[in-house]
Structures are given as C-alpha cells and as structure tokens.
C-alpha cells in the first residue's frame, strides 16, 4: 500500500491551496484519513482527520480555514486550505489507516508534500 500526496507549493497570504492523497495497493477498505504537518523546528501535528463515514475533526489553529474530506470510491483524502497564513507553512503529511486482507489494519503515511506561504 501507497499513498500518494501531491498539491503543495507556494502561496501569498490569504491565497488557497488543495491537497490531495490516494492510496493505491491492494486494499479492502481504509478508515480515517488525516492529515498532518511539520514546520521546521517543530513536531509533527494533527490538521484535520476525517473517519470512514465523514465525521471530522480539526486542529484549532485551522479551523473556519481548512476543510478535509473523501472519496471512497478512489481512496483518496483532500485537504482544501483556505485564508493560508505564513503560519502553516510545513510540510504536510497524509496518513490512513488501510485494511489489507489477510494482513489487517495498519497505519500507512505518505511522503510529504511542502506548503510555503509567504507574506
């Protein structure tokens, strides 16, 4: 199992980016999707999770801003940032909890993606 981030880049403040995250292998089902960040100096943190039936949840600092959500039917997660501040800029990190016949659950994180805003 894979998962695949791509969307990241470079924003003024105030500008809005979308990301997005498939998973690819052969998979049974996924449960929640997340995603997370990493800004220089600092650790990893939770963004925003979605579960398999769509209830989220959100880190304070993005709430009003970011929406996460999913398509089952392509396995993918999508992070949608909107009002980007100088303050998100890091490194996000998807992340699935993927159900793989005769192996089970097991916590799988994509490579990365950078969003750098600037000011």
């Known amino acids: 199992v894979q998962l695949q981030a791509s969307g990241g880049g470079l924003v003024q403040a105030g500008g809005s980016l979308k990301l997005s995250c498939a998973a690819s292998?052969?998979?049974?089902?996924?449960?929640?999707m997340g995603w997370y960040r990493q800004a220089p100096g600092k650790q990893r943190e939770l963004v925003a999770r979605?579960?398999?039936?769509?209830?989220?949840n959100y880190a304070d600092s993005v709430k009003g801003r970011f929406t996460i959500s999913r398509d089952n039917a392509k396995n993918t997660v999508y992070l949608q940032m909107n009002s980007l501040k100088p303050e998100d800029t890091a490194v996000y990190y998807c992340?699935?909890?993927?159900?793989?016949?005769?192996?089970?659950?097991?916590?799988?994180w994509g490579q990365g993606t950078l969003v750098t805003v600037s000011s």
């Open positions: 292998g052969i998979i049974f089902g996924i449960n929640d």
């Open positions: 979605i579960t398999s039936g769509g209830s989220t």
């Open positions: 992340n699935a909890y993927v159900m793989v016949v005769g192996v089970g659950v097991k916590n799988h």
